[in-house]
């Protein structure tokens, strides 16, 4: 993730010295040109994050899975010896 943000800044620092070159000896314009690229980079920033956030919660919810596999399958196999006595109870009332 460190290298990822890293590269993003380093884009960053590419689009503005291609902003600075759209607008010799002007600063307004290019003032405004790196705050706009300083957004889209943010926006692209977030997206990875958000990216690296859904990967994680994946992964966890993986491991969770995998950890519990066997507790569940003791669960399901205790709640179908109670629904076959249950059955049997009501089959013999």
């Given at each position: ?32 040109k790196v705050q706009e690229y300083v957004q889209k980079a943010s ?10 956030r859904e990967s994680e919660a994946a992964q ?34």
């Amino acid at each position: 993730m460190k290298a990822s943000l890293l590269f993003l800044l380093a884009c960053a620092a590419v689009l503005a010295v291609g902003a600075r070159a759209d607008t010799p000896g002007e600063p307004e314009p290019l003032v405004r040109k790196v705050q706009e690229y300083v957004q889209k980079a943010s926006v692209m920033a977030k997206s990875a994050l958000g990216a690296v956030r859904e990967s994680e919660a994946a992964q966890h919810a993986r491991r969770w899975l995998e950890d519990n596999a066997e507790l569940v399958k003791q669960r399901v196999a205790w709640m179908k010896e109670q629904l076959q006595e249950l059955w049997k109870q009501a089959r013999a009332a």
